[in-house]
């Protein structure tokens, strides 16, 4: 309020003053063109007079001169005549004129020393004269004088009023311009500002909640999205310092970003980390004229990308998105997440021969189905393998340079895509300490023996330090592949393969999640009831329903979602108390749609849930919502936070962290999470309802347990879950596998002889 009024007072000062000296500057024009249009005027007057008075001066025609001053005397402003003797001796004179021009004026005595006219503004107390001059000649001499007295004070009059109309009036637009602009300010500027002001004062006392978000406007729109981008951090930074005050009294060992972040700081000692994956974490797609980023459906994105964000660094991927190029400069980098920069990404730009043989083919329709057991035949192609060879080396390529300068970096490579990395990388820098995290299983022997380049796929991983999966029992297989595959030495006491004067630690690392942060909040404001949520869920889908079960995946056939659909079916057939209360809600993101088996399956479960559906369906009802799309986190989170159950039915999976995220959500302790046994997520998460996905009725037996369970059960089942995934959350995952890449001191120096990696 001090500062509108503040504003108030020094723009109507400001106005006034402004108004002033431009009115006082135009009145002043006016009495200089007034005074001389007067001067002309006299001027005029005067000679004519001149030459209708010399002749009878000369004739001493004083009645002619009387005649002549009384005629002249009355003419607009003109407030009298006077001609003088040249002793200046009055020989004529206007009756009207005031007295005081009987004497010859000085400026009259003047002009008749010097024989020239002269004119002159004379204030006689309250009043303006203009005396004009002009002398007289009789026979070529000077014989007197004649002068005008025009009276002057009309010219004041005028440049008073000229002043004061022009001033109220300007004076008034001024004000009234004034008043418009402070409105406006007060609209778009002190409202918002006086808004945030006390939006800033809630947050830094405590007083607000998370949900309620700054005042928007025009103007205020950049400073609302920066000053919510650190108000987030603030609550992050203090939820991160509670919790830490709170592990310290429980004096428990708890894993946060900020830990991560000194641990990798201490351990690493200022050398660079590069983390390598197909799939990158942001993806810019354009729409219409605008771009726009997206976080793709990948289990790999959500578990690394806190880790960048924490300890910075480079994250080269594949660019994709059809606005990649655009928004990358000249090396393909930018800086990422799009709203708090933190660490590099790093685009490596592919032909599309190159990406459907290396992706599509090589990877997705040979290593994928070979290391999942979904009954699914792997394709091998030797152009596809081709293809495969030249993106690793492409990849290589771009990790070297990224490398350039840097000792004893830590390259954490992800995934099938890049089994031939870890080799290509220590052949060049063997002082690199590079570690390989497999993020889907390893099958048997005999099953991986299948493929035709086993034993190039098995020798490029070997060149790593440290290759991770998920369990042990996925570490044991790929022993075993090892040992009948490649010739090496196993130690089967630390778990390490010695081959090439290389050791490489084989070593499970159950991945996780960020799972203090996975509770995104609720998109509609201050978080309601469970119930609540529920109820808007179902009801945006159009049906009435009690209870409300979710599935979150990629469609993939290793997911199991026929197998799902097929298990509510029965559900319903057995218990149908049920049908018209429990409808199910499948989140599909499309995934690898290029692929015929993936294009094929989106249309087949479409098909089967529309089966199920017609069968128990009611006009206000059903049991089965197939969403197909890509949903955002946030769009997850309600389903997450609502849904009585969630089902993870993977015919095979390396962890699966669609598990986790439904436990991380469920901060009402509620919920009941049924798990494949056939994924590794179930070697941790005991208190799910663990079952076979092929076998049905063992699955639709469960829905009913999960339906059916008590309250108090739920929370015993699910407070134990949240513990276990709060304790082995995505923060020691990455320390423990930084950690462990650390110890093994690389042997070697950096090499600079051997060629950069070829393409084949
Ligand atoms: O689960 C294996 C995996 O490669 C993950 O690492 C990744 O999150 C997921 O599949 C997604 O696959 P894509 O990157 O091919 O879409």
């Not at 043989?357 to 990877?363: D, E, I, Q, S």
């Not at 090892?482 to 499970?508: C, G």
Request: some cysteine.
């Amino acid at each position: 309020m001090r500062i509108t009024l503040r504003l108030i007072l020094a723009l109507v000062l400001a106005a006034a003053a402004v108004v002033f000296i431009s009115t006082g500057f135009q009145a002043r024009q006016e009495q200089v063109r007034l005074e001389e249009e007067l001067e002309r005027r006299a001027s005029v007057l005067a000679e004519s007079l001149q030459e209708s008075a010399e002749p009878l001066v000369a004739s001493e025609n004083l009645e002619g001169l009387r005649r002549l001053v009384q005629r002249f005397g009355d003419r607009e402003r003109l407030a009298g005549i006077v001609v003088y003797a040249s002793d200046g001796q009055p020989l004529a004179i206007t009756a009207s004129l005031p007295a005081r021009f009987q004497e010859l004026p000085e400026i009259a005595r003047e002009a008749v020393q010097t024989d020239q006219g002269r004119d002159a503004f004379l204030v006689v107390g309250q009043q303006r004269w203009h005396l004009e001059v002009l002398p007289l000649h009789r026979a070529g001499q000077v014989g007197g004088a004649l002068l005008l007295v025009h009276d002057a004070s009309y010219i004041d009059v005028q440049r008073n009023g000229l002043w004061r109309q022009n001033f109220v009036r300007l004076l008034f637009h001024v004000l009234l311009i004034s008043l418009i602009t402070l409105l406006i300010v007060q609209w778009n500027l002190l409202r918002p500002l006086s808004k945030t002001i006390e939006w800033i004062r809630r947050l830094r006392t405590g007083e607000l909640s998370e949900h309620e978000s700054l005042p928007k406007g025009e103007l205020f729109g950049p400073l609302a999205r920066e000053v919510t981008h650190m108000a987030k951090s603030l609550t992050v930074a203090r939820a991160a310092a509670e919790e830490e005050a709170k592990l310290r009294h429980a004096g428990e060992s708890h894993w946060t970003a900020e830990r991560l972040k000194e641990h990798v700081r201490s351990v690493l000692q200022g050398r660079a980390l590069v983390v390598v994956a197909n799939r990158e974490p942001y993806v810019h797609i354009r729409e219409g004229r605008q771009i726009r980023w997206v976080m793709p459906a990948s289990g790999l994105v959500t578990a690394v990308e806190p880790i960048l964000r924490a300890c910075g660094g480079t994250w080269i991927a594949h660019g994709s998105g059809d606005a990649d190029r655009e928004t990358a400069d000249a090396h393909g980098k930018l800086k990422v997440p799009p709203e708090t920069p933190s660490y590099t990404l790093k685009r490596v730009w592919l032909t599309k021969e190159e990406e459907d043989g290396y992706y599509y083919c090589f990877a997705n329709e040979g290593l994928w189905p070979l290391c999942h057991i979904a009954h699914t035949r792997p394709i091998f192609k030797a152009d596809a393998w081709a293809e495969y060879q030249r993106v690793n080396a492409k990849f290589a390529a771009a990790v070297l340079e990224e490398l350039e300068g840097t000792e004893h970096p830590c390259v954490l490579i992800q995934d099938y895509h890049f089994a031939l990395l870890p080799r290509l990388i220590k052949a060049r820098r063997p002082d690199a300490m590079v570690a390989l995290f497999w993020h889907i299983p390893w099958p048997n022997p005999e099953a991986f023996a299948i493929c035709p380049w086993a034993r190039d796929l098995l020798d490029g991983m070997l060149g790593a330090d440290l290759l991770g999966f998920h369990i042990q029992f996925h570490c044991n297989n790929f022993l075993d592949t090892v040992d009948r595959l490649v010739e090496s030495r196993i130690d089967w006491e630390r778990f390490a393969v010695n081959r090439h004067e290389q050791t490489t630690l084989v070593k499970p690392f159950p991945i996780s999640i960020a799972a203090e942060e996975m509770n995104e909040p609720y998109t509609g404001g201050a978080r309601p009831a469970t119930s609540t949520i529920r109820e808007n869920l179902l009801k945006g889908l159009g049906v009435t329903a009690s209870y409300l079960g979710v599935g979150v995946d990629r469609i993939d056939y290793t997911k199991g979602i026929g197998e799902r659909f097929r298990a509510i079916e029965r559900f319903l057939e057995q218990h149908k108390e049920f049908q018209g209360q429990f409808t199910f809600v499948e989140l599909g993101a499309p995934s690898r749609t290029l692929i015929k088996r993936y294009h094929d399956l989106g249309a087949e479960l479409d098909a089967e849930a529309d089966r199920i559906n017609r069968r128990f369906q009611t006009r206000t009802w059903k049991p089965i919502i197939f969403l197909k799309k890509h949903h955002s986190h946030a769009e997850i989170a309600p389903f997450y936070q609502a849904a009585n159950l969630c089902l993870v039915t993977s015919l095979h999976d390396g962890m699966n962290l669609v598990a986790k995220e439904f436990i991380a959500a469920r901060t009402d302790g509620q919920g009941v999470l049924i798990l494949s046994g056939l994924t590794g997520a179930s070697r941790e998460l005991h208190d799910a309802l663990i079952v076979n996905p092929y076998d049905i009725d063992q699955t639709a037996d469960a829905i009913h347990v999960a339906l059916t369970m008590g309250e108090a059960e739920q929370r015993a089942r699910m407070e134990r879950m949240r513990q276990t995934i709060h304790e082995r959350n995505i923060y020691r995952w990455a320390a423990d596998l930084v950690s462990e890449l650390a110890r093994l001191r690389p042997a070697r120096e950096p090499k600079v002889s051997p060629a950069a990696p070829q393409a084949v």
